[in-house]
């Protein structure tokens, strides 16, 4: 999502990627110092909405990254950022019956302090 996110809104000069948070190595790199273990466990949650277009609705007013391009971008840009999103979850949208269920891999990360 945050490559469709990408293509509509380049991130800020010099940011690094938020997927790097998904990586046992960056995470090794900002905490190794400063921790006394660190475990991870590659994990999936499965977002389940009434429909693709709900899934949208919610993630427009609720995840901050897609409300930023939204608001930054003009009526026909909106739309070509939306088309792209309702592509992204249909080729990944196994419900079947209309409503959305996707799978997202996460890491899960348990840093114990020294």
């Given at each position: 999502m945050l490559a469709a996110i990408g293509k509509h809104i380049?991130?800020?000069?010099?940011?690094k990627s938020p997927a790097l948070w998904g990586?046992?190595?960056?995470?090794?790199?900002?905490?190794?110092?400063?921790?006394?273990?660190i475990m991870s466990?590659?994990?999936t949650f499965t977002f389940r909405y009434r429909s693709p277009e709900h899934w949208l609705t919610a993630f427009k007013?609720?995840?901050?990254?897609?409300l930023a391009a939204f608001a930054a971008l003009d009526?026909?840009?909106?739309?070509?950022?939306?088309?792209d999103l309702m592509r992204l979850i249909s080729q990944l949208n196994y419900s079947g019956n209309g409503s959305m269920v996707?799978?997202?891999?996460?890491?899960?990360?348990v840093?114990?302090?020294r």
């Open positions: 380049p991130p800020p000069a010099g940011a990586t046992r190595a960056h995470i090794a790199e900002l905490f190794r110092p400063h921790a006394s273990s466990e590659q994990r007013i609720h995840y901050r990254p897609l009526a026909a840009a909106r739309a070509e950022l939306e088309r996707v799978a997202s891999e996460y890491l899960e990360i840093i114990t302090r």
